[in-house]
Nanobody
Framework: QVQLVESGGGLVQPGGSLRLSCVASGSFFSINTMGWYRQAPGKQRDMVATIISGGTTKYADSVKGRFTISRDNAKNTVYLQMNSLKAEDTAVYYC???????????????WGQGTQVTVSS
């Protein structure tokens, strides 16, 4: 079982920056993919950025050039650096982790509780 704890959300003005963190803990063999998703009121949950264990990243078109995802494998932590924030970035941001169970190579998906990011003047 894996627990994810997110932090770093808050209220910022347009053009500001925030850094989100997500720490994974519990019982798992290893973590494969880590990512950030967001959900605005009345909208579905969409992928923002993902990063695999080897370091390859993928971003939604709407955040390319502004957001950067990174991970610290020793700390089982994934980060999302958000720069040049816009009002449309306002949403609840969720951490997602694909964790390997063990030598069987089976994996499970886990979600954090979400952290609110509000961009407003």
């Amino acid at each position: 079982q894996v627990q994810l704890v997110e932090s770093g959300g808050g209220l910022v003005q347009p053009g500001g920056s925030l850094r989100l963190s997500c720490v994974a803990s519990g019982s798992f063999f290893s973590i494969n993919t880590m990512g950030w998703y967001r959900q605005a009121p009345g909208k579905q949950r969409d992928m923002v950025a993902t990063i695999i264990s080897g370091g390859t990243t993928k971003y939604a078109d709407s955040v390319k050039g502004r957001f950067t995802i990174s991970r610290d494998n020793a700390k089982n932590t994934v980060y999302l650096q958000m720069n040049s924030l816009k009002a449309e970035d306002t949403a609840v941001y969720y951490c997602n982790v694909e964790a390997r169970r063990g030598w069987s190579y089976l994996t499970d998906l886990y979600w954090g509780q979400g952290t609110q990011v509000t961009v407003s003047s």
